[in-house]
């Protein structure tokens, strides 16, 4: 029994070849969001290797990252600054219509607070849909903004566990943390996630094989 376990393709040593391909990931993935501008490639690239190599196993997961990174680059780099951009604007706006509420509530604050709620879902599934489909960055925008209201029960989750994940380890958790757990959330998100993205993907040829349907 315990040399099955233990055995090359026993559940133990999956598991550990599994955790160590998620944290080598999580790694690379920490790296190239340096630049700050490229967070938003390497956010796109952290999922779509995530989803393909390390649970679909179809190829290495730094190269199947850097390979998103190459497609995803230019395009992740405008739309990185396009998000800093409005996330800004929001601020902004909430901060001088609270000041102008003094303490109150007001439509225009209401107008601000409702409009970075939606931002927030929308910035959930804008990386994994950048990192499938092959469209305007509008459209991308505009799925990311259909799929979190049709599947607002995995918004809801990913959000406040996402919300909850960032504080712990802004606050709680030892620093090293941060090279495991990003990575860890990152592949549960996939079981999420792909319901809902496999269901506006384009179905395999006949005889054919997709390695999102696996």
């Not at 800004?88 to 607070?113: H, K, M, N, S, W």
């Not at 504080?167 to 030892?174: D, I, K, N, R, S």
Request: net charge positive.
């Amino acid at each position: 029994m315990f040399g099955k376990l233990f055995a090359y393709d026993g559940k133990v040593v999956g598991f550990l070849n599994k955790m160590g391909e998620i944290i080598l990931l999580n790694i690379v993935f920490l790296l190239c969001c340096i630049p700050v501008v490229t967070t938003g490639p390497a956010l796109t690239s952290f999922y779509y290797a995530m989803i393909k190599s390390v649970r679909r196993e179809r190829g290495g997961p730094v190269q199947e990252f850097f390979r998103s990174m190459k497609r995803t680059l230019a395009r992740g780099i405008l739309l990185t600054v396009a998000i800093f951009l409005w996330t800004a604007l929001l601020y902004l706006g909430i901060r001088t219509a609270g000041e102008a509420a003094g303490g109150g509530v007001t439509f225009t604050l209401a107008l601000y607070d409702v409009a970075a709620v939606l931002s927030g879902c929308i910035l959930i599934y804008i990386f994994p849909v950048f990192s499938r489909f092959d469209m305007k960055l509008s459209g991308i925008v505009k799925l990311a903004f259909v799929m979190s209201i049709r599947y607002f029960p995995f918004t809801v989750v990913i959000a406040a566990v996402s919300t909850l994940l960032g504080w712990l380890l802004l606050y709680e958790l030892p620093a090293a943390c941060i090279l495991v757990v990003p990575g860890i959330w990152c592949y549960l998100i996939t079981y999420m996630m792909e319901k809902a993205l496999l269901h506006y993907m384009p179905k395999a040829e006949p005889g054919g094989e997709q390695w999102y349907d696996a």
